[in-house]
């Protein structure tokens, strides 16, 4: 598996040890949804595109454009920073 960034395991850290509740309260004005930090969170974790198809019943092509749309929003253009 590929080395996280420290960004990228400062964000996974305060998604997996946060409070819903609170996540909900300080993401009121983020770009991005909770389905979307969802797939963020499999992603890092470093599941493939066919676990992720599976899990959110999407295609595999669908998965790919709505990873282009995550890092559209958050102005990144590098999806490979999720995992590394």
């Keep these: 598996m ?3 960034s420290p960004a990228v ?3 996974f850290k305060k998604i997996s ?3 819903k509740s609170e996540i909900l309260q300080k ?3 983020s770009p991005l949804s909770l389905r979307d ?3 963020m969170k499999d992603l890092i974790n470093g ?3 066919t676990e992720l198809s599976a899990k959110y019943n999407l ?3 669908a998965i790919s454009k709505w990873k ?3 890092c559209e929003k958050l102005h990144t253009f590098d999806v490979a920073n999720f995992k590394r």
């Design 2 to 4: 590929c080395k996280k």
């Design 9 to 11: 395991n400062y964000v």
């Design 17 to 19: 040890t946060t409070s």
């Design 27 to 29: 993401l009121e004005d």
């Design 37 to 39: 930090i969802s797939l």
């Design 47 to 49: 599941l493939s595109l």
């Design 59 to 61: 295609t595999p092509s």
């Design 68 to 70: 282009r749309k995550v």
